[in-house]
């Protein structure tokens, strides 16, 4: 059997389609993503990188993102920060309470599925480069909807700036009942543990959490994520 | 000393009289931005517990300005809370601690920070 027309087809035919493929995910990421997105490092050290910060740092989106849900996600983007990445650059005072500009609040590009996928194949290289992700410490588990807001809100004071639900809860960090979604569990268990070790000047204090409770709020994300929101 | 013994003595004084409001400014201004970060999501941008995630909070944020119930909190106090939350001072489990970002020298900026915006010292109201 003459398998030279193979070989050739493969080399000539198939395998390029491939390395179109990740060619176009570094060219949309320096194209598109870089403007907005830190795809190198380091996380902003002082205030001012704080503010200038215009979307999520990507250079560890392989270490904290679920890659089925970026991939819609970058088809369908949707707010998760209801007062975008800078809250106080976002919002102004109002008659009872301060309130969100939505006006001032940017508006995600959106992809087709060809270039999601590409996008995020390259971002799920972007592994966290500092051995904070220990990976499989996140032990699935079960814990009632109701015990996990009263530890989020009652126990922990969490609720204060992150919403439960769509419109319910606080407005200056990002939404958790689609955290489990979003995000890989071990990331989280992480994150919540020490979020200035992830991002030095972020205004999400340490709340010192017991590690029965990273546990447990990750349990309650989970259970969060299948409630049907929409 | 001399005429040229003065001036440069002068100079002295004013370089280090300089420096040391400069310094005093840069605290300000530093305390300022801090507070802009961290604190008005709940204590709100003109410091009065308006802040933008406070409709569903159990225990409404301390309204800053208000000079007498600032003023019944010693400095320590305040210190006290914002390092290690409102659980420390026996308040809110809502005011979390923020000893994890700020510095102590920066909560002691943030500290003064608040006197001026309460234009309260502890025990009376300027």
Redo the contacts between chains.
């Keep these: 059997m003459n398998v030279g027309p193979i070989v050739l087809l493969l080399l000539f035919g198939i395998l390029p389609l491939f390395a179109a493929a990740g060619d176009d995910g570094v060219a949309i990421l320096n194209n598109q993503c870089k403007s907005c997105h830190n795809l190198d490092g380091p996380a902003p050290t002082t205030?001012q990188a704080?503010?200038d910060r215009k979307g999520p740092d990507l250079f560890y989106a392989g270490s904290k993102y679920k890659s089925d849900w970026m991939i819609a996600w970058l088809q369908d983007p949707k707010r998760i920060r209801p007062?975008g990445m800078y809250?106080?650059d976002h919002?102004?005072?109002?008659p009872?309470?301060?309130?969100?500009d939505t006006g001032g609040l940017p508006v995600h590009p959106r992809l087709d599925a060809p270039q999601a996928r590409a996008v995020v194949a390259e971002l799920m290289q972007r592994k966290d480069q500092q051995g904070r992700i220990r990976n499989g410490e996140y032990k699935p588990g079960s814990i009632s909807i109701r015990m996990g807001e009263l530890m989020f809100?009652?126990?922990?004071?969490c609720?204060?700036?992150h919403e439960i639900e769509p419109g319910?809860?606080?407005?200056?960090g990002p939404e958790v009942y689609t955290a489990a979604r979003r995000l890989q569990e071990d990331f989280m268990i992480s994150y919540m543990r020490?979020?200035?070790a992830w991002d030095p000047?972020?205004?999400m204090?340490?709340?010192?959490l017991k590690e029965s409770d990273l546990q447990k709020f990750v349990h309650y994300f989970r259970a969060l994520s299948k409630e049907n929101f929409e | 000393m001399n005429g040229l013994q003065s001036i440069r003595w002068c100079l002295l004084v004013l370089a280090l009289g300089g420096a040391w409001f400069a310094s005093g400014a840069n605290a300000a201004e530093r305390a300022d931005?801090?507070y802009?970060?961290?604190c008005?999501?709940?204590h709100?941008?003109?410091g009065n517990g308006?802040?933008?995630?406070?409709?569903?909070?159990?225990v409404q944020p301390r309204d800053h300005s208000d000079a007498k119930e600032m003023s019944s909190r010693s400095d320590e106090d305040l210190f006290k809370a914002i390092k290690l939350?409102?659980r420390a001072v026996d308040k809110?489990?809502?005011?979390?601690?923020?000893?994890?970002?700020l510095s102590d020298d920066e909560i002691h900026e943030l500290v003064k920070y608040l006197r001026e915006l309460c234009q309260c010292s502890h025990g009376r109201s300027h």
């Design positions: 205030l704080l503010r007062a809250y106080p919002i102004q005072p109002g009872e309470r301060d309130q969100i809100d009652k126990f922990r004071g609720l204060a700036c319910y809860g606080g407005k200056s020490d979020p200035q000047k972020i205004f204090p340490n709340r010192h | 931005l801090i802009k970060t961290y008005w999501q709940c709100g941008m003109k308006m802040g933008i995630n406070i409709r569903d909070m159990s939350g409102g809110s489990v809502l005011m979390p601690p923020w000893d994890g970002v």
